[in-house]
DNA sequence: CGGTGAAAGTTTTTT
DNA sequence: ACTTTCACCG
């Protein structure tokens, strides 16, 4: 019998398993089905690994195998592992992939995001550096409201700062590992508006500190300064993992990348003998020279798939792995498991246009597959149109519709689809966009728990400090803020100091009644003694009892229901789920806090919200789509000016970084992949010409089924099918210089076109015409005449009340469902 | 202080 | 086109 410490878990010793099922049997097990690549990736042992893995080629099978092959031969405990994945759905998915190969629970293993891993870390540390420890995250809103009030209280907006611009250039340069000071040292003091930053900088900075608040960027560079600054703090984590394996390396920024640093950095003998006399398990992890060696360390990326620049992420890192990690082996994975080679082949094609990069080819064995299929709408409905038609046309052939989605550059473009969707009685999901954290209903609700959790957060205060309007004004508010500065008090002991503001009573009262509620919910909310000696949350409050006391007391909930306002009563329902939403946390997270509750809210991404049960289609944006795979997939707004995006222009880069998002769109299909397009595009009200983006030419030409070209397209009458990629003569052939010539060409070619086509020319164009038709009824046999299809008989009518569809066969349209209820129609 | 109407800005992607 | 913010009056 052999015992293995385990020097993280509780049980301190545990029985290592029998032979029989051990390493050699495990290891076959672990790498039976892998290509000699993957296999490779899952074996090699020392300090540092890339995998590039290109799309598809099954690199989550590879990290997940890996984990479990360290675990299962005894090489690390569950314990020591740190992976970090792209979104909190990928780390879940990994944690329940790897557990299923070793068939045992893995507890201890830290699976999860850079943001999650550092909001843990700096919890747990967060007296080390002056920060409370249920310390608020604040998200891009918060920021900006933040950055608002001081551009104005500075006057700064005189000087041409705006709250955007202020927030991305902090942002950026917390990225860069750079704070106020570090920025000061280095500013130039000459310059007004240098000056003028600074100032704002410093002063966001200091709010956030008194707040005990934290950004996105700082809960990674916080965490990176908290190791610097503590090196005994850093050791116990770079002691802890012994093993960091990191995914989507291409998206890590400069933070993260000394994060990682930070981690893998071995522990000096001096930190490790103090370790030591602190009764931290050391023995048998030290060197000869009395040292703990640096983790191991795995990263797994395709720089061809790197679409966060925006963010600070940092091509270089992973470009120049090798360099940074002397003696880093390097794993190519090229062979594809996704797509067919026609996809492949496409895809291909178009990230071969982006110089400076290695190359790579993505292959499969499993055959060529269908061709792409490509459709030009002639306005944004029509596209959509498109989309659906096509989406029902696979369903039918049954296809899944959860194994459908629709891809778009800008979350603008979800408009004509859901139109469209909603009419053709078509079931969909936007996964991202106007999440409903953001909703303000949702956001008031919350700052109610953060005041509670964080007595701190005068941000919150002041949000709910006249929600519901209880007759606190701007005026109040201001009395309360300068009270406070003036008697050295935090917002919240203001409040409950209200009585000595000499405001009138009805105001008083209205804040401390809110005051004491607060003071009540936050009495509810502390465990018991003896838990509190034992470290536990016994005898505290559940979220969602705390969330239903707040929303009674507050009257939040009361006056959204007894509103007349009719979008109050969405309001009312959207709390209500809020409040089932802490009910299943309470259940699902036994023992959990409040603020446990708060993080998690905090770092949900669009991704995470994705539900695989769920029977719909579901509608993302490019960058939302990473990651994913979907039997078939739409991109959609193929145009210039879309994509590549018109902001992406001018940014260095920004077109090559654009062509990545559209690689990753097209890498991200399974089977059936339909590129389209419109011709025109409404934007701010007024409706533009839109032309073919660019990267649909580097496309082989014999890949695409067009069943509506550009060509097509550009004149009503003229369906002469004229080929995307054909050379329209002499002089047109050179690169960047293609099928649709230069870019003024194409433009006086619309424009001619536009003005000497009268709008009848545009009749069949599809609108997102709705109506109410009340209580409509049609049955079968039914002649219906549709406001963009025509003529049509009824064939069947399927669903109930509202939700009643007519399954309709048009004259000239062909067959389509319809939404009853809201469809353009009338009975014949 | 709160409600009404005008005015302005909005749309690049996100943890 | 549509939402959010500002200015003024009751």
Redesign the pocket.
Known sequence: MTLILDPDDPAGWREAPAAASGPHAASDRLTDGLNPQQREAVEYRGPALLIVAGAGSGKTRVLTHRIASLIDRREAWPSQILAIT???KAAAEMRERVQALLGDSASGMWIS????ACVRILRREAEAIGLSSTFTIY??ADTR?IL?RII?ELDADTMGF?P?GAQ?KI?KLKNELSDVETYARNANTNDPHEVMFLEIFRQYTRRLRDASALD??D??AETVYLFRAFPKVAALYQRRFRHLLVDEYQDTNHAQYALIHELTRPVDPMIVAELDAHGVLVQGMTDASGAIPGASLTVVGDSDQS?????GADIRNISEFERDFPGAKVVLLEQNYRSTQNILSAANAVISHNFDRKDKKLWTADGDGEKITGYTGYTAHDEAQFVADEIEVLHRAGVAYRDIAVFY?????T?ALEEIFVRSALPYRVV??T?FYER?EIKDAMAYLIAVANPLDELALRRIL?TP?????????T?LASFGEQNALTFRQAMRAADGLGLGPK?TGAITKLANVLDEAAAMLVPNAEAIAAGTNEGAAKVSDVLAFLLDRSGLLETLRNSRDPQDETRAENVEELLAQTKDFDRENPGATLVDFLTQV???????ELDDASGTVSL?????AKGLEYHAVFLTGIEEGLLP????AT?PG?PA??RR?FYVGITRARKRLYLSLAMSR?????VAVAMPSRYLQEIPEDLIDWKQSPGMATSRGGTQPRALNARRGPGQGGAGGGAWGTRDRDLDRFSVMKSAAPKAEWANKVTGTVRDNGDLTLEAGDRIRHTDFGEGRVMQVTGEGTKRIAHVAFDTAGQKKLLIKIAPIEKL
Not at 602 to 608: F, G, I, M, N
């Open positions: 792209f979104t909190n995001t850079f943001h999650s998200d891009s409201t608002k104005k705006t955007a991305s942002s996105f960027d809960l990674i679409i966060y620049a925006f963010r550059r800008t979350n603008a473009q408009r991202g966009g999440k303000a006249n309007k209880r007759g606190i004004g701007p005026a109040t508010e009395a105001v905090s770092l949900v991404a669009a991704a995470d993302m944006t490019l960058h939302t995006h018109q902001m992406s940014e920004g970084e654009e998002l409404a934007q701010f009200g007024e």
